[in-house]
């Protein structure tokens, strides 16, 4: 008999079985180990949240008051892709930016060689969707809102500083009018008290036309060429010098204090619409502090410039930042068009609610939970629990139980009722209802069900 040759291709296909077969022996044996991704979380139903980002419930409570507070201001809510190319962010945020400069951008190679980014903030993919929407045609000013993840590399992950986390944006573009810069601070601060957020500041300044910042970025090059400043800003110096004024480092706070601020730079129209803006959040009681000296780590802002800061939730106190981006659409290839907008970061707000005690509504529990108890009872209230949902909010249990063990099913459930079946109920075509909270229970018809609850839940029962 002749032996013949196992075919190659056969032989790498065992080959690729048998490689495949170890690494999910390993993958077995670490399954276990498999942890979130180091600066990111999970969201989870509110019972089982240890920590206020993980509580379901107060995530939809916050999106629930923006999309009342901008619905209500004509702000519509525009979704956009997590994926965008990463040119769109490049042109946008900047060269000298934060997210360019310390490498904050998760970047990653398609197919075909493309090089696309995770949102490192909304902007910039919310002009390219103008853009490409033909949006400037529409009646301005266009307000739009954001929510979702965004993504960035930061070095260090720690309480309010994540790699994946949550931003609210709202964007109002096409009019240069400080009224609508004013109008977007207004409401930033309508939102973030809707929330229940008492002790918050908005710090507002302006970093100027561009002119501005060049002749304040070269008095920044000259005054402190020699001066001993720590790495980072020493590189600041280099590539974005305004940022020199935001160092966290000690001695470069006391060497900055004595300089002169951005503000100082601003040429006559710039500081017109600074008065402007103010005047109209003043006549409008929207209190703001001058902040001589912010300057935003991103490089699209022009003018108006802001922040929300929250002084109980530490280190990472920026709520919200914000400014005007004249010139950021035409950068990305579309007509002339103005904007200023702002974005807060979930997680720092549910923060502070929790610093400001802000307490939310607790999900709903059941009001009846149904206990078979025999087999054939498994279906009939399992029927009888997909039609009362309709209504209500119903469990069930899944098998047949003794009356006790299926009442403290009950009872974990969080139910108000138990409805408990058996044969005697099946005779009599009806349901023993328990109240779990005061003991009472009585007899109700299997078509009598309904209105039984329907009373109760007016506190007839
Ligand atoms: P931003 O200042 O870079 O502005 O971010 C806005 C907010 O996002 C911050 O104030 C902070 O609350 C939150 N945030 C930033 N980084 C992190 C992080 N690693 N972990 C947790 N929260 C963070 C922007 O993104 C601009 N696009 C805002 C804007 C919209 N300007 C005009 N329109």
């Known amino acids: 008999m002749k032996i013949r040759p196992i075919p190659n291709i056969l032989l790498n296909l065992y080959s690729s079985i048998f490689t495949l077969q170890s690494a999910l022996h390993v993958l077995d044996s670490t399954a276990m180990k498999f942890r979130a991704v180091k600066g990111t979380y999970d969201i989870l139903p509110s019972n089982l949240a240890k920590d206020v980002y993980e509580d379901q419930n107060r995530w939809h409570y916050v999106y629930e008051v923006v999309n009342r507070v901008l619905g209500h201001a004509g702000v519509k809510e525009l979704t956009t892709p997590v994926l965008e190319q990463a ?41 390219r969707a103008f853009i490409e929407h033909g949006l ?16 960035r590399a930061e070095v260090q992950p720690q309480r309010g500083r994540f790699r994946q986390f949550h931003q609210v944006n709202c964007e109002i573009i096409g009019l240069d009018n400080p009224a609508t810069d004013a109008e977007a601070i ?53 590539l974005n010098p305004m940022r020199v004024l935001d160092s966290k480092d000690k001695s470069d706070q006391e ?61 990472q106190s920026a709520l919200c930042g914000g400014g005007r981006y004249d010139g ?22 549910l923060d502070a609610m929790q610093q400001d005690g802000v307490t939310v509504a607790e999900s709903s529990k059941p009001i009846l939970y149904f206990v078979a108890l025999d087999d054939e009872a498994v279906s ?23 009356p006790g063990k299926g009442l403290q099913e009950a009872d974990r459930s969080g139910a108000t009722y138990a409805a408990l079946r058996g044969k005697v109920e099946r005779e009599n075509q009806s349901y023993q209802v328990k109240n779990l909270r005061s003991g009472e229970q009585v007899e109700v018809k299997e078509n009598e069900l309904k209105n039984f609850l329907e009373r109760s839940t007016k506190g007839e029962e």
Not at 105 to 123: I, K, N, S, W
Not at 223 to 232: G, Q, R
Request: overall charge neutral.
């Open 380 to 402: 009939e209230t399992m029927k009888a629990s997909f039609a009362l949902r309709n209504y209500h909010h119903i469990q069930h249990g899944y098998t047949a139980r003794k």
């Open 87 to 127: 040119e769109v962010f490049v042109k946008s945020v900047g060269e000298s930016s934060d997210i360019v400069v310390q490498k904050e951008m998760y970047t990653l190679q398609d197919a075909g060689g493309r090089l696309l980014a995770l949102r490192p903030e909304f902007t910039g993919g919310v002009m």
């Open 186 to 238: 207004t409401l930033l601060y309508n939102v973030l008290s809707e929330l229940g957020l008492k002790n918050m500041v908005v710090k507002l300044g302006s970093v100027g036309d561009p002119q501005d910042r060049v002749a304040y970025n070269q008095y920044l090059r000259e005054t402190l060429e020699h001066a001993k400043l720590s790495e980072t800003s020493r590189e600041r110096l280099k």
């Open 136 to 151: 400037h045609v529409q009646p301005m000013p266009v307000k739009l809102w954001n929510r979702g993840p965004i993504f």
């Open 255 to 315: 060497i900055v204090k004595v300089l002169k601020k951005p503000l100082e730079f601003l040429n006559t129209e710039a500081r017109a619409h600074f008065d402007a803006v103010q005047k109209y959040l003043s006549d409008w009681e929207i209190p703001v502090e001058v902040d001589d000296s912010i300057v935003r780590g991103l490089d699209y802002y022009r003018r108006t410039a802001f922040e929300v800061h929250h002084n109980s939730i530490g280190a």
């Open 328 to 349: 950021l659409i035409e950068s990305l290839g579309g007509s002339k068009t103005p904007g200023v907008g702002w974005a807060f970061g979930v997680e720092r707000v």
